[in-house]
């Protein structure tokens, strides 16, 4: 690749709106506005959604030039998200850097949001350490939980992934039947850390080995507080710490059962995370346990290359940039584009 090759990624699957200058691997910026404004609804609402990416994208992508301090001219391409993702949000990333790089006279890349999350682990920065192939990718997050046997950079298989809620949806709407705002994963985390993992159980829910299912908990939770509160209304408050723990201790686990069916299935020892949900001190202990363990090599990459950022959609972009693997200008968004 060229020495001054610049491309500028750009994200907008969900309610993030970002912007990102790579070159060479190496991140110059890596912009995120975060949509506030869901957090009145408890969830993302789609249209909101749209609309502030309208109002974001183009001074995030301003932001994004201005610290990496090239000029638009000095681009060579652009990347950005086609799918998967809510489609009006994806609309507007799509739109914006088909007319951006049509502009500009220069290639367009169009990137799946799940290889970014993966491929997110080749960014060269301080602490991390790339895999090596192949590896087995777990990623977890509000929109997705899926396990990946990554074979090369291209090369990537599906073995496993949620039949209904993401892992985070689930720690996300366990905090909301506890009366926890949005999103609440961070804030069970925090409570879990004070509590007793042991005190409550939460069933497990059975799908094939590398499938997960999570709306089962989320209504097991729902009935455990609602019978418990009928007994005495201020159950919640006097169990918070422990309800939390134990259903960290329960999802965690979970993660844990499907990624030891994988390793078991595939011989692959190395363990790539990602997703918001990898910032959980329950799963980041798990995993270093299992390192000791059973012998696993755990990558966590940054927590700013974890959630939804354009860091990782300029790395792809620079890695389909090197292959010369261009999208034309017909290229539209995909709400459900696969791996
Ligand atoms: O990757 P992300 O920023 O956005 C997408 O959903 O794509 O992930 C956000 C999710 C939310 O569900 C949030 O509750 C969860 O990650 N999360 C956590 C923690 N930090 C973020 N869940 C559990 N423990 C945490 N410490
Ligand atoms: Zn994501």
């Known amino acids: 690749m060229e020495k001054n090759?610049?491309?500028?990624?750009i994200e907008s699957s969900c309610d993030d709106t970002?912007?990102?200058v790579i070159n060479n691997d190496v991140i110059l910026s890596n912009v995120v506005a975060t949509q506030k404004i869901h957090e009145a609804y408890g969830g993302v609402v789609p249209e909101l959604a749209s609309r502030a990416h309208q109002q974001n994208i183009v001074p995030v992508v301003h932001q994004a030039l201005q610290q990496a301090n090239i000029d638009k001219k000095q681009l060579s391409?652009?990347?950005?998200?086609?799918?998967?993702?809510?489609?009006g949000s994806l609309l507007v990333g799509t739109s914006f850097s088909k007319s951006f790089a049509f502009g500009l006279d220069i290639p367009l890349l169009d990137v799946n949001h799940m290889q970014a999350h993966i491929l997110a682990h080749f960014i060269k920065a301080k602490g991390q350490e790339p895999p090596s192939f192949?590896?087995?990718?777990?990623?977890?997050?509000?929109?997705h939980t899926?396990?990946?046997?990554?074979?090369?950079?291209?090369?990537?298989?599906?073995?496993?992934?949620?039949?209904?809620?993401?892992?985070?949806?689930?720690?996300?709407?366990?905090?909301?039947?506890?009366?926890?705002?949005?999103?609440?994963?961070?804030?069970i985390d925090a409570h879990a850390k004070k509590g007793d993992s042991k005190k409550f159980?939460?069933?497990?829910?059975?799908?094939?080995p590398l499938d997960f299912s999570f709306s089962g908990l989320k209504t097991a939770v729902l009935y455990f507080v609602q019978k418990n509160v009928a007994n005495n209304p201020n159950f919640i408050q006097e169990n918070l710490e422990d309800i939390c723990a134990s259903l960290q201790h329960t999802i965690v686990d979970?993660?844990?059962?499907?990624?030891?069916?994988?390793?078991?299935?595939t011989g692959i020892t190395r363990v790539a995370i990602g997703g918001g949900v990898s910032a959980n001190s329950g799963?980041?202990?798990?995993?270093?346990?299992?390192?000791?363990?059973?012998?696993?090599?755990?990558?966590?990459?940054?927590?700013?290359?974890?959630?939804?950022?354009?860091?990782?959609?300029?790395?792809?972009?620079?890695?389909?940039?090197?292959q010369k693997y261009f999208a034309d200008n017909t290229v539209t968004a995909n709400a459900r584009m696969k791996l």
């Open 283 to 322: 799963i980041r202990a798990a995993l270093q346990e299992a390192e000791q363990k059973y012998g696993w090599h755990v990558h966590i990459p940054k927590f700013e290359f974890c959630t939804d950022n354009a860091a990782m959609i300029a790395m792809v972009g620079a890695l389909k940039y090197k």
């Open 146 to 187: 899926q396990i990946v046997r990554v074979s090369d950079y291209f090369d990537l298989q599906v073995i496993g992934q949620t039949i209904d809620d993401a892992v985070g949806e689930a720690f996300d709407k366990s905090a909301k039947i506890l009366g926890l705002p949005y999103p609440g994963g961070p804030l």
């Open 134 to 143: 192949p590896f087995l990718a777990l990623t977890i997050s509000g929109g």
């Open 254 to 265: 979970y993660l844990m059962d499907k990624l030891k069916n994988a390793v078991k299935q």
């Open 5 to 9: 090759c610049y491309i500028l990624g």
């Open 77 to 87: 391409a652009i990347a950005f998200t086609r799918g998967p993702g809510l489609m």
């Open 18 to 20: 970002a912007a990102a």
């Open 201 to 208: 159980m939460f069933p497990k829910p059975k799908v094939s």
